[in-house]
């Protein structure tokens, strides 16, 4: 009878672990972005890629009406960096790379000098992981 016990407690708690598995994140490329532009033209948006079920690669950006890319901007990240003594194109990539090894958004820190685009980013891929990977919707998902 202890053998038997023993064999339904493994068995359901094989069950359980394979329950976790299916329940979590499709393969493949998703993206969120801001509905509008925000005060000064520019619109977040993100890109998360999961690959063995696990976020593999992230790309988060800006872009204004005309396609430039904030991380891009020259003058941008003139005028920003001696006042917060950080850029765009050095924040940006320091969120991308925290959920790339933390795996949860939740776990990514605000940066200093970043913390509205590090909240900006922080929606944007909860609503791509929610709204897209975990149930395999590769169409942009827009955020009011």
Do not use: R
């Amino acid at each position: 009878m202890k053998k038997f016990g023993i064999a339904l407690v493994a068995a359901l708690l094989s069950a359980s672990l394979l329950t976790g598995c299916s329940a979590g994140m499709k393969d493949g490329t998703y993206k969120a972005e801001y509905k509008n532009a925000d005060d000064h033209g520019w619109k977040d948006y993100v890109q998360v890629t999961v690959s063995g079920g696990k976020i593999s690669e992230v790309d988060f950006d800006s872009v204004n009406e005309q396609g430039v890319l904030k991380s891009a901007d020259a003058g941008y990240k003139d005028a920003m960096e001696p006042v917060s003594g950080t850029y765009p194109e050095k924040f940006m990539k320091e969120l991308e790379d925290q959920l790339v090894s933390k795996q949860e958004v939740k776990k990514v820190d605000t940066l200093a000098g970043a913390t509205l685009s590090s909240d900006s980013f922080k929606v944007l891929v909860n609503e791509a992981l929610s709204k897209g990977a975990k149930k395999g919707n590769t169409e942009t998902i827009v955020v009011e």
